[in-house]
């Protein structure tokens, strides 16, 4: 029977493996040699930085799944490798949209899976944050001349500000009645 140190050894070498061949997939894309492998596939051309971002993810899904721990390892590999495959050779716009759709994707995750009531305050803020990315970007590079992007940006930090004021009050709150932060333990406003 395999001890718990040599299962995290196992886990960790596989995914320094995967962070090793998602290098290899971007670099490979920047040097445009993955174009005739999707072109093989008899896959449309033009999309190749989407076929190597569902590539990695599908590398990252199958290598958790082998190694059953440390999901968030190859989550995060893949988030950035993803990242970078998806703005590689893109428009500066493109780029802040993308991390921004990532930056939302990851605190929705967190919000979904999370119990934990302060994780999923924070990932409510990150989400929160990601939107301010975009108002930001596009405020920058679709109308450069008004500032309106950047007044809507604070008022949602105000608003954020607020809400984790009043979420974090709650959540104290709670924990001083129930002694736990779990979400799935609040039953106070059950009848």
Same mark, same amino acid.
């Given at each position: !029977? ?17 962070? =090793? +061949? &998602? ?33 990695? $993810? ?16 190859? !989550? %995060? ?11 590689? #050779?893109? @428009? ?15 605190? !929705?995750?967190? !919000?979904? +899976?999370?119990?934990? $009531? ?12 990601? +939107?301010?990315?975009?108002?930001? %970007?596009?405020?920058?590079?679709? @109308?450069?001349?008004? +500032?309106?992007?950047? =007044? ?14 009043? #979420?974090? &009050? ?11 932060? @779990? ?9």
């Amino acid at each position: !029977m395999a001890t718990k140190e040599t299962k995290s050894g196992a886990a960790t070498i596989l995914a320094i493996a995967y962070a =090793i +061949v &998602a290098t290899v997939l971007v670099t490979m894309l920047a040097n445009g040699s993955l174009t005739g492998f999707f072109s093989a596939l008899s896959l449309r051309g033009g999309y190749n930085e989407i076929y190597t971002f569902i590539t990695i $993810a599908f590398l990252g899904t199958l290598a958790s799944a082998i190694a059953k721990e440390n999901q968030g390892t190859f !989550m %995060a590999v893949g988030t950035v490798f993803g990242f970078i495959s998806l703005t590689l #050779g893109q @428009d500066m716009l493109i780029r802040y949209l993308t991390l921004g759709a990532v930056l939302f994707g990851i605190g !929705m995750y967190g !919000m979904v +899976v999370s119990r934990n $009531a302060v994780r999923v305050l924070m990932s409510i803020e990150l989400m929160l944050n990601a +939107v301010n990315i975009n108002l930001v %970007a596009f405020a920058r590079f679709v @109308d450069p001349i008004h +500032v309106r992007g950047q =007044i809507f940006a604070i008022f949602i930090l105000t608003v954020a500000a607020a809400e984790a004021a009043v #979420g974090l &009050a709650i959540v104290l709150a709670i924990y001083r009645n129930t002694a736990t932060v @779990d979400m799935e333990r609040f039953n106070l406003l059950k009848w």
